[in-house]
């Protein structure tokens, strides 16, 4: 079965430009989250769905940060417009609704630099 | 409040040796899971053991194994024989029934030494 799949694999951008980050969640899961990591301030929850529905944005940065999730195969993350303070890997990750043990399948992640 | 928290930001340990890697959770539901996961230099997440908040087993795959202590709400990562290729960043993560997030730790850095 494929994994969460992310797009691109890297993207280096120059300061102002629009920054667009897409996922293909695993087949058949309910959730899907957008995670980034920096060394300053390690994983960070940036939003989640649930059935395509933007459960919780509190960890949405500012406005030049917007998600969404047009269907149950598809998310993007945008950035517009983007800022160097912004490069850091961009994890997209799935998992099942359910019991609390359903864990959570990472995709190989973005990595942005924003120059 | 911070939810989870990892102590050691980093460790060292002999080849073939055992490992304990530190995680502490706060929380106040009843039904939760609680989960690590290892990333190598590669910057790939990779799921390893999961543990049940109703389970009164431990769990373990393979090598890893999770010292579950409720009462104290500690959910520790041992790695038995460490190898080489174990040297890597390990997150502690909890998902909590309600809300359904995953809440991650600051990781832990293991460096296995030959």
């Known amino acids: 079965d494929a994994g969460v799949i992310q797009s691109p694999r890297h993207e280096v951008t120059e300061m102002g430009q629009e920054v667009t980050l897409r996922c293909k969640p695993i087949s058949g899961h309910d959730y899907l989250f957008w995670y980034r990591q920096t060394m300053m301030r390690g994983l960070e929850l940036l939003i989640y769905f649930n059935n395509n529905v933007p459960i919780d944005d509190s960890g949405m940065p500012e406005d030049r940060f917007s998600a969404k999730m047009p269907n149950a195969s598809f998310s993007t993350l945008k950035i517009q417009p983007s800022e160097p303070r912004d490069s850091a890997v961009y994890f997209c990750a799935s998992s099942r609704q359910g019991a609390s043990g359903n864990t959570i399948y990472f995709g190989e992640g973005s990595w942005l630099t924003v120059v | 409040a911070q939810k989870i928290t990892q102590t050691q930001p980093g460790m060292f340990v002999q080849e073939k040796e055992a490992v304990t890697l530190d995680c502490t959770y706060d929380?106040?539901?009843?039904?939760?899971?609680l989960f690590w996961y290892k990333q190598p230099s590669s910057g790939e997440m990779i799921f390893l053991i999961y543990q049940g908040s109703y389970d009164e087993q431990n769990a373990t795959e393979g090598r890893y194994s999770l010292n579950f202590q409720k009462a104290r709400k500690s959910a520790n990562l041992v790695i038995s024989a460490s190898q080489l290729g174990d040297s890597a960043m390990y997150f502690c993560?909890?998902?909590?029934?309600?809300?359904?997030?995953?809440?991650f730790g600051p990781g832990t850095r293991l460096s296995v030494l030959p």
């Open positions: 929380t106040s539901d009843q039904s939760y899971g």
């Open positions: 993560a909890m998902r909590e029934a309600y809300g359904q997030n995953f809440v």
